[in-house]
């Protein structure tokens, strides 16, 4: 995936083919949503925070913010976004995408996810 | 590895993209994320966190639990062989039942969870019974 300007996100093929034998619709999130995601995020923090593990998922773990133009039914069928939902896709400290998915946003910063002051050590955009 | 157009990236999904009606529930090990990821129903789902290991997948269309994100999955496996070594029984071939990972998360809590995070596990533990799902369980 070519990022906007200077940054290069990887995804397994792994991972691309455990999602795409879900169904349709998460095979586009995976294949359409996932880049826009990432190449014009509303928001990105760093440092997932977790007491389980607090060195691993520290800085340089990532979370890209964004609100996509459009949703996908299980069948591949195109809808409206999620009303209050915003979509998140997370990446490891060496740049690979591990995870993405809806969450309900702050209802004050729709942009954003709930609780989003207390999950992330630090706001980068 | 050269990076690839948003169009080829998308097409490259679309040749790997299955029906619904082909769907079986899975849980899957992400070394990337040292994350077992596991999924009940094809269904678009949302995310929300449970506590710091378990975040819980709801259907976008029924609301209804359909699946989770374990996360830290290999400093909670060191945890729990070291806190309940029998546990290992349960591990065959490098593989456990979903289910018992979710109930060693309980039993090993140092206090009883809330009420609305015990039913969540409730359901967790129900969806993963019923889908007889089984995991990579890495102890590295």
Redo the contacts between chains.
């Keep these: ?3 906007n300007c200077c940054c ?1 996100i ?1 995804i ?1 093929f792994d ?18 949503i996932l ?2 995601i990432l ?1 014009k995020p509303t928001a990105i923090f760093e440092g997932l925070r ?4 607090e060195d ?2 520290g800085y340089g773990w990532r979370c890209y913010c964004g609100i996509p133009e459009q ?6 069928s195109s809808a409206r976004p ?1 009303p209050g ?1 915003v979509y ?1 896709v ?1 990446v ?1 400290d ?1 740049k ?4 993405w ?4 946003a702050d209802p004050d910063d729709p942009r954003l996810p709930v ?1 989003h002051e207390t ?1 992330f050590k630090q706001r980068l955009l | ?1 050269s ?4 169009r080829d ?12 009606e ?3 529930p ?1 849980a ?1 090990y ?1 070394p ?4 077992i ?1 596991f ?1 009940a129903k ?8 449970v506590d ?2 378990v975040t819980v ?1 709801y259907s ?1 269309e029924t609301q209804e639990v359909i699946g989770s ?1 374990i ?2 999955v ?3 496996s060191q945890k729990i062989l070291k806190a309940m070594p029998g546990c290992q029984i349960e591990i065959r071939d490098g593989r456990v039942r979903l289910v018992h990972i979710f109930r060693a998360r309980l039993w090993t809590s140092k206090a009883a969870p809330e009420r609305s995070i015990a039913l969540t596990y409730e359901k967790l533990i129900k969806v993963a019974e019923d889908s007889q799902v089984e995991t990579e369980m890495c102890s590295a």
């Excluded at chain 1, 998915?101 to 309900?104: F, N």
Aim: some cysteine; proline content about 5%; overall charge negative.
């Design positions: 995936m070519a990022g290069e990887q397994s991972r691309m083919q455990a999602v795409g034998r879900r169904s349709m619709g998460h095979a586009k999130e995976c294949g359409i880049p826009m190449q977790s007491d389980e593990d691993r998922w949703s996908f039914r299980p069948d591949g999620y939902q998140l997370f490891n060496e690979v995408t591990y995870n998915r809806w969450e309900k609780d999950r | 590895m990076p690839m157009s948003n990236f998308a097409e490259r999904m679309m040749l790997l993209a299955r029906p619904a082909q769907f079986e899975t899957i992400d990337d994320g040292d994350c990821e999924l094809p269904d678009s789902f949302y995310a929300e966190r710091d290991l997948y976008q994100l996360k830290g290999r400093g909670f």
